[in-house]
């Protein structure tokens, strides 16, 4: 994108896709790629799905946007069906994971604060974590190369080892307001908190009056195979941070809340101007129609472990290319043995689409509509990818 008018922020793909079918993308070449990239877990449902397309034109022909000055009916709509579906009692509707993230953060220490203790403001996090690009996200996610360049980091959070729940125990302090976490990290490299680690979390919270926080932007709505990742463990936290799949492609977040935790989110302390418009609205409810479908989440199990097992065979088959397989669900990473960026472009010559992540990890993250005929056609693309790897190390080592 060198010339063009566009911040140079991103190292983008010389490709540029013209529309999308399902689990297809079409470039303005006529050339068709299989997504199993899915705009980084956000087209749970695949492109143009036409529950989604319906809703969403029926709604851009009355109204788009009013503001939060007024009554949204669809807005009401779609936090009483999150609130019937989660352990949350509020919902506070954004435009992206970031916003969402944000709400979490300020409705934890606003707790404490009407609670009357305003010193409890800090917040424990964990390496390899990624909860946004905002300047209090970065902070919260703690990695040098995001925080780089832009002044002193926003204070508050305290950081320890990944799934190290003594060092976490150890960080608590008098300021200590909660612990945030993802119960699956995605940029991080598709790495599961074990459930035993997520328990002591809760215990630790209740123990020492905090609050616990669950970022699924990006395991949440369906993507490990229940509607959210936390179900799985059995583990219910205070206030959780959702985004990505809830919109189907369509920009938008939601921040959920027990009563309790959301004490301190009174009238005027925050707002928005787009979250919870029409549009992302009667998305959002779409998204829902389908996902809570009878049998539609255990049929994304099923799927998923199609796929988990056939990529288990790949990586037997080229232990010089992958290393492990990781992850839950249509969440699942290819632990690379050679660099990931390498194994992303022999992918995608493939003409499968996939996405790097920290850990030296290729994440798989199909819509949850992918079919089985799609599953195989990706398998054996991987392998047609990880096979063209393997013999140019080969004729490399014949040399």
Not at 47 to 55: D, G, I, N, R, T
Not at 236 to 261: Q, S, V
Not at 369 to 375: H, K, L, Q, S
């Amino acid at each position: 994108m060198s010339g063009s008018a566009l911040y140079e922020t991103f190292a983008r793909a010389p490709l540029a896709f013209d529309r999308g079918e399902g689990t297809w993308l079409v470039t303005d070449k006529g050339e068709r790629y299989l997504d199993f990239a899915g705009g980084i877990a956000v087209n749970s449902l695949g492109h143009s799905h036409p529950h989604l397309v319906a809703a969403l034109t029926e709604q851009a022909a009355k109204l788009w946007h009013v503001s939060n000055l007024y009554e949204i009916p669809e807005q009401r709509k779609l936090g009483d069906r999150l609130v019937d579906a989660t352990f949350a009692d509020k919902v506070f509707f954004t435009n992206s994971g970031a916003e969402a993230l944000e709400c979490a953060i300020k409705t934890a220490r606003r707790y404490h604060f009407v609670k009357g203790h305003p010193e409890r403001f800090r917040i424990i996090t964990f390496e390899g974590a990624f909860h946004g690009r905002t300047l209090a996200t970065i902070a919260a996610g703690g990695q040098y190369k995001y925080l780089e360049g832009f002044g002193p980091k926003v204070e508050g959070f305290d950081q320890v080892a990944f799934d190290d729940i003594d060092a976490a125990e150890k960080a608590i302090t008098p300021e200590t307001a909660a612990i945030l976490i993802e119960p699956v990290q995605g940029e991080g490299g598709i790495r599961p908190v074990p459930t035993q680690s997520l328990k002591r979390l809760r215990q630790l919270c209740d123990q020492r009056g905090l609050l616990l926080i669950f970022d699924e932007v990006q395991c949440g709505i369906g993507r490990t195979g229940k509607l959210f990742a936390h179900e799985w463990t059995g583990v219910t936290p205070d206030i959780m941070a959702i985004a990505k799949g809830i919109g189907g492609g369509f920009p938008m977040g939601a921040c959920l809340a027990t009563d309790e935790a959301a004490t301190g989110m009174t009238a005027g302390v925050h707002g928005t101007t787009f979250g919870g418009n029409p549009l992302a609205m009667a998305v959002g409810n779409a998204v829902l129609d389908v996902v809570l479908e009878d049998g539609f989440l255990e049929d994304v199990q099923r799927k998923a472990l199609l796929l988990k097992q056939g990529l288990a065979a790949v990586a037997d088959e080229f232990p010089d290319v992958i290393e492990d397989i990781r992850g839950t669900g249509l969440m699942l990473g290819l632990k690379c043995a050679m660099p990931n960026t390498k194994v992303n472009m022999a992918l995608r010559d493939q003409h499968l689409l996939a996405v790097p992540a920290g850990d030296n990890v290729i994440r798989l993250l199909p819509p949850l509509t992918v079919t089985d005929e799609e599953i195989g056609e990706a398998l054996k693309r991987i392998r047609g990818g990880a096979k063209g790897l393997t013999d140019a190390i080969a004729a490399e080592a014949a040399k």
